[in-house]
């Protein structure tokens, strides 16, 4: 099988723009890590999409292809028609990854990921509480906030702090945290330049310990990976540093469940999927799910026995693998370095 690997951000999405840093930081160690794993299969043909500004080492036998500015569109689409498959790696941020699991699907190739509705279904933090919340999953209280809507108002009936962010996005970029009226302004202009659509939501903080989980789905439920702890600061904005695999925590189990839960709710994931949460003195609190490669594959690579691609892949068939035990400790930077104990 010819697997295009495309991640948007380094990969030529964005040739002839700014390339984002901390995006194209993180999107180029999720893609080096994806394609090394990809190759240890020993079964499929590499190709992979590079912006000229970025240089970056693949393994032996990968084909690289330079994008130059302006010519994004068509080189990519000729590496789709090329391949049989294509593995995305892109932001939710104004409906990005939708869009692009979207054209890979029109061009009658497998995406291995979830499927362009789910990614919808998935990515959009306004609409995730409703399916939330018949499961009876804790998800923080949320407000959508539209035009016509006093985001003030809002704030007061959620209490401070509130967390502000674009109602699709992706990591941290855009998320702030409000304490005060005086702070909420701040928030609300940073999360609108982030959104490239102006949809925001606006969340009751929940306190506790940030965390994660790495999940495999087969587009009708998923099985855990790993429980990740996440490494994210705070002051007007958030900022993620990384994180620990595994997160051995007395609520690591629960948490497991509630990302499991809530990736059944959502039909048409499949392949790789991470779920947000915090562990709180009450429990899980789910906070968002990512319908696609996360940092957090970083860690759980390290730790795993098993090729995590290649089950990504099965799962993308229908089959959801069982999961050796864990049997060291990674510890992963948001710049891609990951250290083992």
């Known amino acids: 099988m010819r697997i295009f690997v495309y991640e948007h951000v380094t990969g030529g999405g964005l040739a002839g723009r700014p ?50 500015a302006g010519r994004g569109d068509r080189a990519i689409d000729a590496v789709i028609d090329g391949a049989d498959a294509v593995w995305l790696i892109a932001p939710e941020t104004g409906g990005c990854l939708e869009r692009l699991t979207a054209r890979i699907e029109r061009s009658g190739k497998t995406v291995l990921g979830p499927a362009a509705a789910a990614v919808r279904r998935a990515a959009d933090k306004s609409r995730l509480p409703r399916s939330l919340a018949r499961l009876g999953i804790p998800h923080p209280e949320t407000s959508l906030i539209d035009e016509g809507v006093d985001a003030r108002a809002a704030a007061r ?37 982030a959104s490239g659509t102006g949809r925001l939501v606006m969340q009751r903080y929940v306190s506790g310990r940030a965390a994660s989980v790495s999940l495999l789905a087969n587009g009708r439920g998923a099985v855990p990976l790993a429980v990740n702890a996440q490494r994210v600061t705070a002051s007007s904005g958030f900022s993620y540093r990384g994180g620990v695999t595994p997160f051995e925590h007395p609520l690591a189990t629960a948490a497991a469940a509630a990302a499991s839960r809530t990736c059944a709710a959502i039909p048409g994931l499949r392949g790789y999927v991470g779920v947000d949460l915090v562990l709180t003195a009450a429990g899980p609190v789910v906070i968002e799910v990512n319908p696609r490669l996360t940092m957090s594959y970083l860690g759980v690579r390290a730790v795993l026995e098993e090729n995590v691609a290649a089950m990504a892949i099965a799962a993308c068939r229908g089959e959801l693998p069982e999961v050796g035990a864990v049997q060291r400790r990674a510890r992963f930077s948001a710049s891609g370095r990951v250290r083992r104990s």
Not at 160 to 168: D, E, M, Q
Not at 170 to 190: F, H, I, M, S, T
């Open 19 to 68: 390339l984002p840093r901390v995006l194209a930081r993180e999107g180029l160690a999720m893609r080096t890590a994806l394609i090394e794993d990809l190759a240890a299969i020993g079964r499929h043909d590499l190709v992979t999409t590079m912006d000229a500004r970025v240089t970056c080492a693949a393994p032996r036998g990968v084909h690289v292809v330079a994008v130059a």
């Open 157 to 193: 009936r959620l209490g401070y702090p509130v967390v502000v962010k674009p109602a699709r996005g992706a990591g941290c970029c855009g998320v702030g945290l409000a304490r005060n009226p005086r702070e909420l302004a701040a928030a609300l202009d940073a999360a609108d330049r």
